[in-house]
């Protein structure tokens, strides 16, 4: 079955750097696009990086351009989320998500929390 499980979370300061990576099974990971959303406590998921299935083709939410770079690697079923130059505002928990043939799929969630 599909599976999507989120690591690499934490708490930061502000202007400090996370990946996070989200681990695929159950899927031809590099056939199918890739997202990562949040979710902050008291406001609707959102979007934040979809990626081609190669890779190839990327977009991002205005709020993260130039600081959040979304990748993968085809050979290790593997997505990522650099993210560089935290702030607050960032706080939320990120899940990553695929929308297969089957269905909508997302993985558990990772927390990140960015204080001072």
């Known amino acids: 079955q599909v599976q999507l499980v989120e690591s690499g979370g934490g708490l930061v300061q502000p202007g400090e750097s996370l990946r996070l990576s989200c681990a695929a099974s159950?899927?031809?990971?590099?056939?199918?696009?890739m997202s990562w959303y949040r979710h902050a406590p008291g406001k609707e998921r959102e979007l934040v990086a979809i990626?081609?299935?190669?890779?190839?083709?990327?977009n991002y939410a205005d709020f993260v351009k130039g600081r959040f770079t979304i990748s993968r690697d085809n050979a290790k079923n593997t997505l990522y989320l650099q993210m560089n130059n935290l702030q607050p505002e960032d706080t939320a928990v990120y899940l990553c998500?695929?929308?297969?043939?089957?269905?909508?799929?997302w993985g558990q969630g990772t927390q990140v929390t960015v204080s001072a």
């Open positions: 998500n695929a929308i297969l043939r089957g269905g909508d799929y």
């Open positions: 159950g899927f031809t990971f590099g056939a199918w696009s």
């Open positions: 990626i081609s299935g190669n890779g190839g083709i990327t």
